[in-house]
């Protein structure tokens, strides 16, 4: 009888093939579905967020810094740049590199602890990691894309 559930529970999971979720999974698809009406994918993606309380300067520096990487990502479809304030940027890289705005501001009550700039990796339709990026540090953001 001890057996019973933990049997049960195994062959639920394999039938519908799906594991529990993880709360920032949760958290991010809400968003991404609600501000954007978009979804995870099951290829991986990268999403660079950028709230509205950030350095501006620091912001389009570090931008501008990787700028072609960054264009070749989002031309390949690998990246996605969301921002709830696009005053923070500067008019060039709007145009180069095309931003979702979130005009409700909900990305900056996220419970995900984004700070200045984060970089949110998905692969399998969920969250595999979420990086804080320092603005004013020499971290590249091509080498928490890759």
């Not at 698809?29 to 950028?50: C, K, Q, R, V, W």
């Not at 479809?77 to 008019?91: K, Y």
């Not at 705005?101 to 969920?126: C, E, F, P, S, Y």
């Amino acid at each position: 009888m001890k057996y019973l559930l933990p049997l049960i529970l195994a062959c639920y999971m394999a039938c519908t093939g799906s594991a529990p979720s993880n709360k920032q999974t949760d958290i991010f698809s809400n968003y991404l579905g609600t501000e954007f009406g978009l979804s995870i994918p099951a290829d991986m993606h990268h999403y660079i967020l950028i709230p509205k309380m950030t350095c501006k300067g620091c912001v389009n520096g570090k931008l501008q810094d990787e700028l072609p990487f960054l264009q070749e990502e989002v031309r390949a479809g690998r990246l996605t740049l969301i921002t709830s304030n696009l005053q923070v940027l500067d008019e060039p890289l709007k145009q180069k590199l095309g931003f979702l705005t979130d005009t409700q501001g909900r990305l900056d009550r996220l419970n995900l602890r984004i700070r200045n700039m984060a970089v949110v990796r998905t692969k399998d339709h969920r969250v595999s990691s979420i990086t804080s990026v320092q603005t004013d540090d020499t971290t590249r953001l091509s080498l928490l894309i890759k």
